[in-house]
Nanobody, 120 residues
Framework: VQLQASGGGLVQAGGSLRLSCAASGNFVTINGMGWYRQGPGSQRELVARISSSELTNYADDVKGRFTISRDYAKNTVYLHMNSLKPEDTAVYYC???????????????WGQGTQLTVSS
């Protein structure tokens, strides 16, 4: 399973950006999809996650500013980010939970990471 993330870049504080992550490979279903981030000197943390039934959860500091969504037909997860702050600067990683058959346990896969830099 491969994940291709895109959409990072440099944006001014208060701006908006959308991250995308497309999954491809051998799976019969994708369960949860999510975005994590890792800032300089920090541990990787959950930003947002969306389940197969489109239940969402967000980190407290992005609630109301970020929206996660998914396109089932394209096996893609998006992160719409508004009102960006310098503290949102980090490498953003997508993550999926998938099954290669209906009888195998759920496995996880990470994308390669995309850099977001928010200037003040």
């Amino acid at each position: 399973v491969q994940l291709q993330a895109s959409g990072g870049g440099l944006v001014q504080a208060g701006g908006s950006l959308r991250l995308s992550c497309a999954a491809s490979g051998n799976f019969v279903t994708i369960n949860g999809m999510g975005w994590y981030r890792q800032g300089p000197g920090s541990q990787r943390e959950l930003v947002a996650r969306i389940s197969s039934s489109e239940l969402t959860n967000y980190a407290d500091d992005v609630k109301g500013r970020f929206t996660i969504s998914r396109d089932y037909a394209k096996n893609t997860v998006y992160l719409h980010m508004n009102s960006l702050k310098p503290e949102d600067t980090a490498v953003y990683y997508c993550h999926i939970e998938y099954q290669t058959s209906w009888f195998t346990p759920t496995a996880g896969s990470w994308g390669q990471g995309t850099q977001l830099t928010v200037s003040s």
